[in-house]
């Protein structure tokens, strides 16, 4: 059995699938991928039909950050043969007073020359009559936003690392990971590897992965839910006709068009418990899904129905909900990436960029932003800002 590889990818969710894409292009069988769980697993944060990709972002960063995503989407998409990305156009809702400031979103995207329209209340019931919308509301329509298919996405990517001949082993666990320098040392509950570069996508067990070179970041894990609601109107719903939203507002609710289920999704930003990814359930929690229920009932009437399906998922938050894409200070062939509940739309790109930080020491994208050793991620126990 090989145990020495150019590179190891430790946990494969929606950005571990990712860097296997990528890095498979470049090193082919010379890439080992070590999941603890079996592939596809529900446990993380990457799995279900549907994510929102956007390019409406509240900072000139992460905007220019999803225009590189949309292109890494693509060049997988022509790779693989296989069409991913649903553009169904996407709404972020303003009321009035809300508490996420419009002009973060409209002055990024300007300044990114992205186009965007600035929608009044009726004349969003008039594009899109599903929605029920008191006349203090606005909107941002941006046409680009829509459905970034999260479990076809990863798929996609791990098919194609196969195809480069990247090495899957799902159901093995890292149990401690030695870095000499020379080379690093990844030991897992069934063998011992060797290897030269080390990427770490560990999601909710991050500060599990990063104990092992004396880490610690103030990550807040959250239990959060979705719920599909069975669509009477199911038609008025289709992606061809109806747009990802967001209600940019506390609480903060997001949704999509029927999707992977019979019904419409809807689901609370940041709207779970905290918890570990031990001590997390599977069990739905009833107050959130009654608001959910609630805010669907009111804003969408048409598509409203009895509850489907609720499904539970892990966010891994960081206090000012940046990511953190970076190298490991002192070890500048780890790299490790945590995507702060907003990461799947970039998940190939950064999967991209987690290469291109160990191989070549840099990236041209502006990564500043997201730097593991930046100072609220020194703290302790810093001021919480998640809702951006
Ligand atoms: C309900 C919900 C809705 C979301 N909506 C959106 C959205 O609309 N748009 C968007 O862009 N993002 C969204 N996100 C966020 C996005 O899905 C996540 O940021 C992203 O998927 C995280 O990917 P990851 O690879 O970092 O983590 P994960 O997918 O959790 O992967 C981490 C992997 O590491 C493995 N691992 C950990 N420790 C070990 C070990 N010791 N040995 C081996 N393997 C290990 C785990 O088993 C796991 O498979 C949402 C998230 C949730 C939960």
Known sequence: MQTSYEVIIFGLGGIGSGAAYWLGRQYGRDVLCLEQFEIGHVRGGSQDHSRIIRLSYHTPAY????????QAWAELEADAAESLIVRT??????PVNAAIPSSDYTESMAACSVPFEWLSAAEVRYRWPQFHLMDDVQAIYQAESGIAPAARC?????????????????????????????????????????????????????????AHFGWQLPLTVTQEQVTYFA???LAAFVPERFPVWIWMDDPCYYGFPAYGEAGIKVAQDVGGAEVTAVSRTF???????????????????????????????????????????DTLPGHPHIAVAI???????FASLIGKLLGELVVDGATAAELSPFKIDRPILRQTNPPKQFLV
């Open 283 to 325: 069990t739905p929690n009833p107050d959130n899904a009654k608001r959910v229920a609630a805010f669907t009932k009111r804003l969408l009437p048409a598509g409203y129905g009895p509850p489907i399906l609720a499904k539970t998922c892990l966010y891994t938050l960081t206090p000012d909900r940046d990511f953190v894409i």
């Open 154 to 210: 990863n798929a996609a990517h791990l098919r194609m690392a196969q195809a480069y001949g990247v090495v899957l082993q799902d159901n093995e666990k890292v149990t401690a990971v030695q870095d000499s320098n020379a080379e690093i040392t990844v030991i897992t509950d069934k063998a011992r590897y060797q290897c030269r570069y080390l990427i770490i996508t560990g999601g909710a067990w991050s500060n599990e992965a990063l």
């Open 231 to 233: 669509t009477p109107d």
């Open 63 to 70: 905007v220019a950050l999803a225009q590189q995503a949309y």
């Open 339 to 345: 995507g702060a509940g907003h990461a799947f739309k």
């Open 89 to 94: 156009g996407g709404l972020d809702f303003f």
